[in-house]
């Protein structure tokens, strides 16, 4: 069974930075791409950032191009989510998923296992 598990959320000032991780288990973690979405009250679940299994290839939504950088350690099984420059508009909770392919995707329809999430709040 797929189990992946967020965390690093928490409270950030404008213009400052967090670093979430995922850690996954159940399958061999390097042979599937990953990515993360974020969902803030009232609003539907959006695209963030996706890798490629091998980690070759990202893609970033246009809203967090330059200031967030996602990367995988598949020694350890886990994703990264680097997110500098922060606003506001980012506060969200952060979900980390997963898709039975190698090759990344940017709509939630397209993973099949998600994390639990973990929020972030962004004070201005």
């Known amino acids: 069974q797929v189990q992946l598990v967020e965390s690093g959320g928490g409270l950030a000032q404008a213009g400052g930075s967090l670093r979430l991780s995922c850690v996954a288990s159940?399958?061999?973690?390097?042979?599937?791409?990953m990515g993360w979405f974020r969902q803030a009250p009232g609003e539907e679940r959006e695209f963030v950032a996706a890798i490629s299994g091998r980690g070759y290839t990202t893609q970033y939504a246009d809203s967090v191009k330059g200031r967030f950088t996602i990367s995988r350690d598949n020694s350890k099984s886990t994703v990264y989510l680097q997110m500098n420059s922060l606003k506001p508009e980012d506060t969200a909770v952060y979900y980390c998923a997963t898709r039975d392919s190698v090759v990344m995707h940017d709509r939630a329809g397209s993973y099949d296992y998600w994390g639990q999430g973990t929020p972030v709040t962004v004070s201005s």
């Open positions: 159940g399958r061999s973690f390097g042979a599937y791409a």
